[in-house]
């Protein structure tokens, strides 16, 4: 690309500066962002550049130079002394070896220094003034220099001591300001969120404007209602607590009973510091509370200071020298959704979904959002062409937090659940006591392919190699209308079928074959009862044992009895009535009886989840498995090992009875013939799985 003139580069820095003033103002004093953390970053970060290549158009009245926003005029002002400093942003860990390089290079030391890393929660910055031990004053950040008084609202947070512990007579300073950050638990907001879409009130974007929206209420009362926790991290004057680290310097508050993140840790090398930040993007879904990154301090606090002295005449800097947040990859984004589709689940609930305008949020390119229900689209009022903002928390599905309303279109209509079945156009029912929307025509081909996919999924009957575009197809051509057709497909009318060869179709009628032998927990999870998950298919299988018994109790009632059974199924632990009334309802129905007599007949085997580890080809024997098996998956191979009375070892040692061996076997192979392990072709294997114990 050809460099930017300087009429240009002046013109993007305005352009740059207008909006992030805008944004400031928005997230800082009205609590309401129309952009997510991470776009917001990337814009101060363009300008920081631009900035850098031009420096004669640097100003003071800039974003890089200001915290955030001036404080509204709903409060009295709280000037702060010294000023609460916002924190230079990291991304990566050449960033913070950087900062380490730049630290060094100002204190000229080449030594090894030590820092504190604390996870960086996303809340809002508060200073709460003690003297003489007793809360005085709490105030926001605001623009760094002059927050807001809240000091009425900061005392309902029952974390903030209204007094402070006194370890020793004289060891607590006639006046000392501790910094923290106030914040929202997970739990709390997202109770706090529904009860406002249930009050037909905006919902807030994330736990932080939660938070900063209860802090800044008029009312102290409905401060007192809202779910706040603080944790401190700081003070303004070092010198009010006689210790030489910022490490010190925490446990120090401590001790006068202010709260510290327990996960705080200090007297770390910079090495130490990228492990501790590694280790807390992995644990960060785990917490109770949202963190959005590691903070990063010079642990000396002589050093600290030595850092922030500035030639005379110098305005302070926004961020200080000795600090740095090393961020996460973002879990929100805004984007704009183009169409809301309305997808036919496998017991006929209708589900819609947000098909949005493609975004990156931590690496993983969304394009689309649940919507859960008609209740839920009508409370968050998500319609076409509304800019939402949305969250991807961990590796869970993605989901509308909130709809940017400022940037909606005037001429924008509320979406409306269809009528009829989108798939089949029978007309939708929706049940008092439900809240879902449900097509109940069972010849629907959307559920046919949904309970399909339910059924050959990994946790059930596992069959490799038959994803959703060839489900689809299977029941669009009427080769599968049932479950036990599936298990009387030819490869001679597979091959016929759109991207299906000879080989592919080899392959996939030898792992239907192999799927055939399956435990009862797996079976009973893939007939797709309502409400009968991984968990509770388990628990019906290890009260019912065999199949015979599940046909004593279920299959051979007629629907006078099957009502008896429900107080049975009731006296299995972990077993409520939901569960129970479905599991009855659905062995009530002649259909489903037929439909498990047909599988029996096309050959499927339900076994025990696991036989005796005295009795089985495999007893007491340890395999390993390496390379793709073609007859089965590697999850399936495992259970069959354990039911023949093996079990399954993850490295090949002296001690391991078989190695299987399927296509491209990795290292183990080399491993198991130096230490004279059996090697098994998957034919071998199979043949073993059947010999007589």
């Known amino acids: 690309m050809p460099a930017k003139s300087g009429k240009a580069i002046e013109a993007r820095i305005e352009q740059l500066r207008e909006a992030l003033h805008h944004h400031n103002y928005r997230y800082h004093v009205l609590d309401d962002p129309i952009i997510s953390d991470g776009e917001y970053d990337r814009l101060m970060q363009e300008l920081l550049a631009l900035e850098k290549e031009a420096p004669h158009l640097r100003s003071t009245d800039s974003p890089t130079a200001r915290v955030g926003a001036p404080p509204g005029t709903r409060f009295e002002p709280a000037p702060h002394d010294p000023p609460m400093q916002s924190l230079d942003n990291g991304f990566s860990d050449a960033d913070i ?50 927050g807001e008084d809240i000091t009425a609202n900061v005392r309902t947070i029952s974390a903030v001591p209204l007094v402070l512990q006194i370890p020793v007579p004289g060891s607590v300073p006639s006046r000392l300001e501790a910094r923290g950050e106030v914040f929202m638990n997970k739990s709390g907001f997202e109770q706090l969120n529904q009860d406002r879409l249930n009050g037909e009130q905006p919902a807030f974007a994330n736990p932080r404007n939660a938070a900063a929206g209860a802090l800044r209420q008029l009312d102290s009362g409905v401060t ?35 709260r510290v993140n327990p996960h705080v840790k200090d007297d770390l090398t910079l090495q130490q510091v990228l492990a501790f930040y590694h280790q807390m993007e992995s644990k960060r879904r785990d917490l109770s509370y949202d963190i959005d990154g590691v903070v990063i301090k010079l642990d000396r606090l002589d050093l600290q200071t030595q850092l922030e002295l500035e030639p005379m005449g ?15 990859k973002a879990v929100q984004a805004t984007t704009r959704v183009h169409a809301i589709a309305v997808q036919v689940g496998r017991t006929g609930v209708l589900t819609p979904v947000a098909e949005l305008e493609p975004v990156n949020i931590g690496g993983v390119t969304v394009r689309r959002a649940t919507l859960h229900n008609a209740d839920e689209l009508l409370r968050k009022d998500v319609r076409v062409g509304d800019t939402v903002f949305l969250e991807r928390a961990g590796d869970v599905i993605p989901k509308i937090v909130k709809v940017v309303t400022a940037k909606r279109d005037s001429r924008s209509k509320p979406f ?48 490799d190699g038959l994803g959703n575009k060839l489900v689809a197809q299977l029941v669009d051509e009427k080769l599968v209308t049932a479950y036990a057709d599936l298990f009387t497909l030819e490869a001679k009318k597979l091959v016929q079928l759109e991207r299906m060869g000879e080989k592919s179709a080899a392959n996939l009628v030898a792992a239907i074959e192999a799927s055939k032998t399956i435990s009862l927990a797996r079976f009973i999870l893939a007939l797709g009862i309502r409400f009968v998950g991984e968990a509770a298919a388990a628990l019906i299988a290890d009260a019912m044992g065999t199949l015979e018994n599940l046909h004593a109790c279920f299959i051979t009632s007629g629907p006078v009895e099957l009502d008896k059974k429900k ?35 096309a050959g499927v085997c339900i076994t025990a989840l696991q036989q005796s ?35 399954i070892g993850k490295s090949v040692t002296s001690k391991t009875g078989y190695l299987v061996a399927g296509e491209k076997p990795g290292n183990k192979l080399a491993a198991a013939k130096q230490a004279g392990v059996r090697v098994l072709d998957e034919s071998q294997f199979l043949e073993l799985l059947e010999e007589k114990s």
């Open 613 to 647: 580890k005295t009795k089985g080809a495999l007893a007491g024997k340890t395999v390993v498995l390496t390379g793709r098996l073609t007859r089965m998956t590697r999850s399936r191979a495992a259970e069959r090992i354990k039911q023949r009375g093996g079990q």
């Open 416 to 463: 409306s659940m269809p009528t009829f079945c989108p798939a089949c156009g029978s007309r939708v029912q929706r049940l008092q006591e439900e809240v879902a929307t449900r097509c109940i025509n069972i010849n629907c081909s959307a559920q046919l392919k949904e309970r399909i996919r339910h059924f050959v999924s990994k946790p059930a009957f596992d069959i």
């Open 97 to 146: 070896m950087a900062f380490d390089q730049r630290v060094k290079r100002r204190l000229k030391v080449d030594e090894a220094l030590k820092y504190v890393a604390e996870p960086k929660l996303d809340g809002v910055a508060v200073s709460l003034i003690y003297e003489n031990g007793r809360l005085v004053r709490g105030a926001t950040r605001g623009d760094g220099k002059k």
């Open 314 to 328: 110098q305005p302070l800097r926004r961020a200080p020298r000795w600090a740095i947040a090393y961020k996460f």
């Open 224 to 258: 007192a209602t809202r779910p706040l926790e603080i944790y401190f991290y700081g003070v303004g004057q070092k010198e009010a607590l006689t210790v030489a680290t910022h490490g010190e310097l925490l446990r120090s508050l401590t001790r006068l009973g202010l």
């Open 567 to 601: 107080e049975d199924l009731l006296t299995i632990e972990g077993i409520g009535p939901e569960t129970a009334d479905s599991v009855v309802r659905f062995f009530g129905q002649a259909e489903n009886r037929q439909e498990i007599g047909k599988l029996i007949t």
